[in-house]
């Protein structure tokens, strides 16, 4: 049987986290099939802070990948199920590989350009930099801010959203199978109508993933409304403008 990601909500707000985590789903479903099964099990937590969710570093067991997200109740109430379906597509980026060794390998650290080797595999690459900026937190785990700013996998959220191609094509470096490409950059709102109603495939094998009780405990990402300072090193003060920002807790 072909490998799919899929989701486990184990606490919820009307059904929102559970309508994100499928729009998150099929999104990647439909673009790849991933080297391994993926399940990411969501949650909620609370605070005060402008704190939006915190994701944890993946952890594989039994053939089986396990992500993990959390959500500030605060926001779920206050958020559209398709604006947390932002975040829960960019952390699936993550679990399936950006920041992660194969990633790592691709790009020179100093300048952020991927190596000719990675190039001739994928020439879209040579376009794109990784961000080499705002320390551990961001650095090396995205796109870079500064030249593709509100692409899904910067280091920043923005308020619209957009998918490169590349950001489906560079899935073939990091293990996985390309099943549709897509052939031009298209804005994630507009994804988002397209996948919400495609039936979702492979139901009793995805719950049979989802029954597995693991849950990853060290924080890879948290995001946030708006920047906290001080955040941490590396930080810039004009990153504050920026009205939501993903953050690592650094690897």
């Known amino acids: 049987m072909a490998t799919l990601i899929t989701y486990k909500v184990l606490e919820d707000r009307g059904d929102k986290l559970k309508t994100a985590a499928r729009l998150a789903c099929n999104f990647w479903n439909h ?7 993926i399940v990411l099990h969501i949650d909620l937590f ?34 559209s199920a398709a604006q947390l379906a932002g975040t829960l597509t960019h952390e699936i980026g993550h679990t399936l590989g950006f920041g992660w060794d194969r990633w790592l390998g691709l790009f020179d650290a100093v300048s952020g350009r991927f190596t000719a080797d990675a190039a001739a595999r994928l020439p879209g690459l040579s376009a794109m930099r990784v961000e080499t900026d705002h320390g551990p937190a961001t650095q090396y785990l995205h796109w870079d801010e500064g030249k593709h700013r509100g692409e899904l996998m910067t280091g920043f959220e923005n308020k619209s959203e957009h998918v490169l191609p590349i950001t489906i094509d560079v899935m073939a470096l990091l293990g996985h199978k390309v ?10 709102s507009s994804l988002f109508e397209r996948f919400k109603d495609e039936p979702f495939l492979f139901k009793a094998e995805a719950k049979r993933m989802a029954s597995a009780d693991v849950r990853p405990e060290r924080v890879l990402e948290r995001v946030f409304e708006q920047l906290p300072a001080p955040l941490g090193p590396g930080v810039r003060p004009s990153l504050s403008k920026v009205p939501k920002a993903r953050r690592s807790a650094g690897r």
């Open 31 to 37: 673009h790849i099939e991933p080297e391994r099964s």
């Open 46 to 79: 609370w605070s005060p802070l402008p704190y939006i969710a915190r994701s944890y570093e993946p952890e594989t067991t039994g053939g089986v990948t396990h992500g993990r997200i959390r959500f500030n109740s605060v926001y779920v109430r206050k958020y």
């Open 179 to 188: 099943k549709v490409p897509l052939e031009q950059r298209t804005s994630l």
